[in-house]
């Protein structure tokens, strides 16, 4: 990244250049991107392909003020961290959908390396990761505002994180190189059996809580408690634009799927 790209990077997070790369400021970049950078899956019903290119995505992020999923945001936040000077490796994970998990690599988080110890940080999950990041050497529970949470050996070398008891990811340890993650980016945009081809979802951490806009679907949680409502169809782009920061030329609409053959 240039110091160009890093000065605009922080100045969308609304943050300073850290005078130490210790975990306090890990910590703070780690809030201000969730409350400034939506996570968000729209690219997919815009028809607009997501290229894992480290310039690409800073771009998105910075210069059209949009978010992404945790291929985007994980490998955006990487990248800056990294040209701030924090020893950073991405670490690929496995997802759980009902109970079940799904094929390695199709979540990403990013591992930190500080002084004091690893560091596991995740910007890219939505609701589901803690809003701090949180110790990958530590194995008891780790007290959050999210929750409580956990990371435990799995015996093949993995590590299992729960929240509250309940299976968040299975993370492996191996660093893993962006391009690595190319074809479950490409699964993720484009199989039936993607949550995300068949849902919208555009979500954004606040002080006290969460707002998410799926399709016409706001719902606001404030010190958990969950308000939602129906927006009007031409209400939709102004709450992209004044909720989210996000300015769209059409509201996104999920596209028919082809239906998925079973033998």
Known sequence: MTP???AGYLDRI???RPAQLDAEALRDLHVRHQRSVPFENLSIHLGEPV????AALVEKIVARRRGGFCYELNGAFAALLSALGFEVSLLGASTFADGL?????VH????????DGPWLA??????????????LDDRSDQLDREGTFRLSETGSGDLLLTCDGAPKYRLETRPRLLTEFEPTCWWTQTSPRSRFTGSLVCSLVTGDGRLTLSGNELARTRDGVRHEETLADEAVLPAYRELFG???????RVRPQEPVLSR
């Open 108 to 115: 990403m988080a990013v591992r930190v390396d500080l002084p």
């Open 51 to 54: 290229v894992l290119d480290e």
């Open 101 to 105: 998990a799904l094929p390695p690599l």
């Open 4 to 6: 160009e790209a890093v």
């Open 246 to 252: 996000i300015t769209l030329e059409e509201a996104p």
């Open 14 to 16: 609304g943050a300073d």
């Open 122 to 135: 995740d910007v890219g999950f939505g609701r589901g990761f803690a809003y701090h990041p949180l110790r």
